[in-house]
């Protein structure tokens, strides 16, 4: 079994900065692709970032520029920098993660974490 963890929201001023970690734990063979979507109230979830195994990475318009997703391989981690925050980036941030067990080398399933909530407020 394979369990996603986020940490790192909480409130923030307009303009703050938040690190979001993403920890992966179980009997993980290969920690693949790995992308961070966000939820706000009455929204559809979007994906804001994703990075490869090999660090190629990729970021929804609204937040380029003003954040940055990393990964530590050794670690099974994935973090997500979030800088000049705005209170558009308020949401439920959640990290996804394509991951082949030892149990199933063959087969790469996605899971999902809990969410951790980023509010961005004066």
């Known amino acids: 079994q394979v369990q996603l963890v986020e940490s790192g929201g909480g409130l923030v001023q307009p303009g703050g900065s938040l690190k979001l970690s993403c920890a992966a734990s179980?009997?993980?063979?290969?920690?693949?692709?790995v992308g961070w979507h966000r939820q706000a109230p009455g929204k559809q979830r979007e994906l804001v970032a994703a990075?490869?195994?090999?660090?190629?990475?990729n970021y929804v318009n609204s937040v380029k520029g003003r954040s940055t997703i990393s990964r530590d391989n050794t670690k099974n981690t994935v973090n997500l920098q979030m800088n000049s925050l705005k209170p558009d980036d308020t949401a439920v941030y959640y990290c996804?993660?394509?991951?082949?067990?030892?149990?199933?080398?063959?087969?790469?399933?996605?899971?999902w974490g809990q969410g951790t909530q980023v509010t961005v407020s004066s």
């Open positions: 996804n993660a394509a991951v082949s067990t030892l149990d199933e080398p063959l087969r790469t399933r996605s899971y």
């Open positions: 179980g009997s993980i063979l290969s920690f693949g692709i």
């Open positions: 990075i490869t195994r090999g660090g190629s990475t």
